[in-house]
């Protein structure tokens, strides 16, 4: 099992920033990639940014590219989600997520219990 916790969010003016963090535990070499999510309110989940274990292959929402940036510290055990530049309509909750498996044919995810980020304008 993978177990997610997201901490950073808060409330924040529009063009500042914030850094969310997302620290793992238990099977955490089972890994392969870890990805930031949001939900806005009546909205449905979406990708905000996905890193990969192997590599550190990067890929972005294109409402998010050139102001986020996904980053991974494995002696930590952590992946962060900097966000620069922040838009009202960046409010949401944000959710990390982590894809993990035994071996390659396997995926299974775990989900953190989200933070609440709210930009104002």
């Known amino acids: 099992q993978v177990q997610l916790v997201e901490s950073g969010g808060g409330l924040v003016q529009a063009g500042g920033s914030l850094r969310l963090s997302c620290l793992a535990s238990g099977s955490i070499f089972s890994i392969k990639a870890t990805g930031w999510y949001r939900q806005a309110p009546g909205k449905q989940r979406e990708l905000v940014a996905t890193?990969?274990?192997?590599?550190?292959?990067?890929n972005y929402a294109d409402s998010v590219k050139g102001r986020f940036t996904i980053s991974r510290d494995n002696a930590k055990n952590t992946v962060y989600l900097q966000m620069n530049s922040l838009k009202p309509e960046d409010t949401a909750v944000y959710y990390c997520n982590a894809k993990w498996g035994p071996n390659l044919g396997t995926n299974i995810g775990s989900w953190g219990q989200g933070t609440q980020v709210t930009v104002s304008s």
């Open positions: 890193i990969s274990t192997v590599g550190s292959v990067t």
